[in-house]
């Protein structure tokens, strides 16, 4: 059969996302955090955008059934929209200021009946003030500049201190660290005792144990470092010849071996775990992740509010000078055109940021309704609640409630939670309502903490207890759950109850 060019008509549908649907989107799954850097990157680029620090008196009230950029647009499933044609007309139009007010977000909102703040004095207590954080690093280079070292040993002492991990032992075979030192350093004669000898010296420097090369010579340069008494010595003598049989709890050899009677033992087992297994970590940062909440909830009298963070945000409104200014050029100006561009980039932003915090407000709603009584009552109140049960109410697609709940954090009287955290798998109950695995998890916690030390609740009888309860789960299930919760079984417990 001879191939023949020709020419073919197709007609199809297909759907395409606009760029403003697009950048919708993807401020959605952004962080409060991501979101600020976004606003402050566009500052820096279009003149159009300004912060609006003021804020605007004359705000029109914000509803979601008006809204041009509703719940709609952030479903990957939903129609095209029509792209904004800005060079349709040949002047701006004078309402185009209208629909992007910054604080129609906010105000008034029928979805978050807000409660408004007087108070807007950002200060600071003293007591919230930090020093200057010392890094371990900086700690042991300190030690080492002030210590009397001779010939090469402070050069050394630099290699070793660069390879001590933020735990504080050192990783790095002593044979890598002489492999560098000569390869850097091709003049100096350096041998694995030398660097042993300066590591010997280093492990003497503050936090007790550092540069320990594993968790036994740790425990044992803290031991060291102690008042010598005969429980010490018998520690050291464990770690350095039977630490495994420490490692697996095996009290009964241990106490074969060393001929020691159960008071004997527990004074050891004292000692032992008196020891810091991570020295370093006493110099690791202590500022936390910055984390910032893109809902508030409150308690009111007529019950529990949601409302935006009005903190997270800077506000912004579009640059009133240069539509003016555009309203003077000619049409076909190269400034016009360009004044155009940013305030088509300008209104996407805002639209879109107001779309995003529309639909979070939404999502919050529907937690604080699902969930009031974990609010009231705390995790053993949790209810079970998945992403389709959200996207089915709000009538949403499930991918657009996984952008709204993923890294989006609300501040509650019980705390601040991430908005994925209230979202759990439901446990089937036979004749009575489902139990989410974020409840069950904190029974079995309870049960286990309210247990009798000398007799730790086996998971049979953890069963049995939530039975009672009307909580009906299988053994190998809370086995799970326990072992999620990094609990031990029962035998476990009870050695380690036995020596606390």
Avoid at 77 to 90: H, N, P
Avoid at 388 to 399: F, G, I, N, T, W
Wanted: glycine share 4%; net charge negative.
């Amino acid at each position: 059969m001879a191939l023949m060019p020709g020419l073919q008509i197709n007609i199809g549908q297909q759907l395409k996302l606009t760029p403003q649907l697009q950048q919708s989107i993807k401020i959605l799954q952004y962080s409060a955090l991501e979101v600020q850097q976004t606003i402050s990157t566009t500052l820096e680029t279009n003149f159009m955008l300004e912060l609006d620090e003021d804020g605007s008196e004359e705000a029109e009230e914000f509803d979601a059934d008006d809204s041009e950029y509703d719940e709609e647009p952030l479903s990957e499933a939903s129609d095209v929209e029509t792209e904004l044609d800005i060079e349709a007309s040949d002047t701006l139009s004078d309402d185009l200021q209208a629909d992007y007010e910054w604080e129609e977000v906010y105000i008034d909102s029928p979805i978050t009946n807000s409660i408004k703040s007087n108070n807007n004095d950002d200060y600071t207590a003293p007591e919230n003030y930090t020093s200057a954080e010392v890094t371990l690093s900086e700690k042991l280079y300190w030690q080492s500049d002030i210590y009397s070292w001779s010939g090469s040993e402070e050069l050394i002492a630099s290699y070793i201190i660069d390879d001590i991990d933020d735990e504080g032992y050192l990783k790095a075979p002593l044979e890598d660290i002489m492999a560098s030192i000569q390869k850097n350093e091709p003049d100096l004669m350096v041998s694995v005792p030398d660097i042993e000898k300066v590591l010997a010296v280093i492990q003497q420097f503050e936090p007790t144990g550092v540069a320990a090369r594993d968790l036994s010579e740790c425990l044992i340069l803290q031991l060291k470092a102690l008042h010598q008494n005969p429980y010490v010595v018998t520690a050291i003598k464990i770690i350095e010849e039977n630490f495994d049989l420490l490692s697996v709890r095996d009290y009964k050899r241990i106490k074969k071996i060393y001929l020691l009677n159960d008071d004997e033992l527990m004074e050891v087992i004292h000692v032992i775990q008196a020891l810091s297994p991570r020295p370093g970590r006493e110099y690791s940062s202590t500022q936390g992740e910055i984390v910032i909440p893109d809902l508030k909830l409150y308690r009111s009298k007529e019950g529990f509010i949601v409302e935006l963070n009005q903190d997270a945000f800077p506000r912004l409104t579009i640059n009133s000078a240069y539509i003016d200014m555009a309203g003077s050029l000619g049409t076909d100006s190269s400034d016009s055109k360009q004044i155009k561009e940013q305030l088509v980039e300008a209104k996407g932003l805002i639209k879109s940021i107001q779309s995003r915090g529309e639909t979070l407000l939404r999502v919050g709603k529907y937690i604080i309704e699902k969930q009031a009584r974990f609010f009231e009552e705390g995790e053993q109140a949790m209810q079970p609640m998945v992403l389709r049960d959200v996207a089915e109410s709000l009538d949403l697609h499930e991918s657009t409630i996984s952008r709204a709940t993923n890294q989006k954090y609300m501040q509650t009287p019980r705390g601040t939670f991430e908005l994925k955290y209230f979202f759990s798998t439901g446990v089937s109950q036979y004749g009575s309502e489902d139990q989410s695995a974020i409840a069950i998890k904190s029974h079995i916690k309870q049960l286990i903490e309210n247990e009798d030390p000398n007799k730790p609740l086996s998971d049979n009888k953890l069963m049995a207890l939530l039975e009672e309860k009307e909580i009906n789960v299988a053994r190998r299930t809370i086995a799970k759950y326990r072992e999620a919760l990094h609990i031990p079984s029962s035998s476990e417990r009870k050695k380690m109850n036995k020596f606390k």
